[in-house]
């Protein structure tokens, strides 16, 4: 079975500019995060899906991250315009649960985006 | 609110030598709890988790954890370590039975082994 499917695994732009990042989750996982992982410290959650409808994006920063899940399966996470601050990693994740029943995560490889 | 408190964030320790990483949350109501390990360049990994019943867990690679409701502590043990499992290790929790529950990641230990 094919795991969480990320791209690109790595980016490096310029401030200001746009980035996009790409996830395909688990088949069959209604469930899927995005995360940020800023170096040396663990998982913050930017937003939740649950199959089209994101659940939880308190914690998207709104006023230059966007995100989008058509149809239910890939999802889309976009910086416009990107700044210093946002060099870090960026992890998708899918669960065949939510949360609340106890799903696990199943995580994609990350993205790590550098700005200069 | 969840919180997770990983008490350190680097452990070195000896190839064959034991190793306890520890783990710490807060929570209001009742929890699942997690560990997963990220090598290096890559994702993370579930290495074991606890939902319920028996409060000793046994994960891959030959850890386990142990939950401990009155200590509110899930500390991540292995009685020898080999250096393949030098990695970073990241304690989680989410809340039970609720629609809005999210996983809650801590900082992360960075277990190094030394030869």
């Known amino acids: 079975e094919a795991g969480v499917v990320q791209s690109p695994r790595y980016k490096i732009i310029e401030k200001k500019q746009p980035v996009a990042f790409w996830c395909n989750p688990i088949?069959?996982?209604?469930?899927l995060y995005w995360y940020l992982q800023n170096l040396g410290q663990g998982p913050e959650l930017l937003i939740r899906y649950e199959n089209e409808e994101a659940v939880d994006d308190s914690q998207l920063p709104k006023d230059r991250f966007s995100a989008e899940r058509l149809k239910g399966v890939d999802s889309t996470l976009k910086i416009q315009p990107a700044e210093l601050g946002d060099s870090a990693v960026y992890l998708c994740?899918?669960?065949?649960?939510?949360?609340?029943?106890?799903?696990?995560?199943?995580f994609g490889e990350g993205s790590r985006l550098t700005v200069l | 609110a969840q919180s997770v408190t990983q008490l350190d964030s680097q452990v070195p320790v000896f190839e064959e030598a034991p190793v306890e990483l520890r783990c710490n949350y807060s929570?209001?109501?009742?929890?699942?709890l997690f560990w997963y390990v990220q090598y290096p360049n890559q994702g993370l990994q579930l290495l074991l988790k606890?939902?319920?019943?028996?409060?000793l867990v046994k994960g891959i690679n030959g850890f386990e954890a142990e939950f401990n409701k009155s200590q509110t502590s899930f500390h991540l043990r292995k009685p020898s370590v080999h250096i393949s499992d030098t990695a970073e290790y990241f304690c989680?929790?989410?809340?039970?039975?609720?629609?809005?529950?999210?996983?809650?990641f801590g900082s992360g230990t960075r277990l190094s082994i030394r030869p």
């Open positions: 088949s069959g996982h209604n469930t």
């Open positions: 606890y939902l319920s019943g028996s409060t």
């Open positions: 989680a929790v989410s809340d039970r039975g609720s629609s809005a529950s999210k996983i809650i």
């Open positions: 929570s209001s109501v009742s929890v699942y």
């Open positions: 994740a899918s669960s065949q649960y939510p949360a609340g029943l106890g799903g696990e995560l199943f």
